[in-house]
């Protein structure tokens, strides 16, 4: 008697343990969907980014140099000033 009831057991954990298998298995599948999804989000977010650090980087080169003209620029019309002036 014992042993029956210890064979439906044993049925009974395996059923369970074979649903459990395969909804775990389920949800690593989901989980492995997100991760690619997430990590393909995050590659597009970072290529933006250096693209916009790039973008920034190119235009403050350009006012430094705009910057460098104009200090240029007034030390020039500083020392003609000086020169005219009696």
Do not use: W
């Amino acid at each position: 008697m014992y042993a029956i009831r210890d064979a439906r057991l044993d049925q009974k954990l395996d059923g369970v343990d074979a649903r459990l298998t395969h909804l775990f298995g389920g949800l690593d599948q989901k989980l492995d969907g997100v991760d690619a999804r997430l990590n393909t989000r995050t590659d597009a977010m970072r290529a933006e980014l250096v693209a916009e650090i790039r973008r920034l980087d190119t235009r403050m080169d350009g006012m430094d140099r705009e910057l460098r003209t104009a200090i240029d620029i007034r030390e020039r019309l500083a020392a003609l000033e000086a020169r005219r002036a009696p």
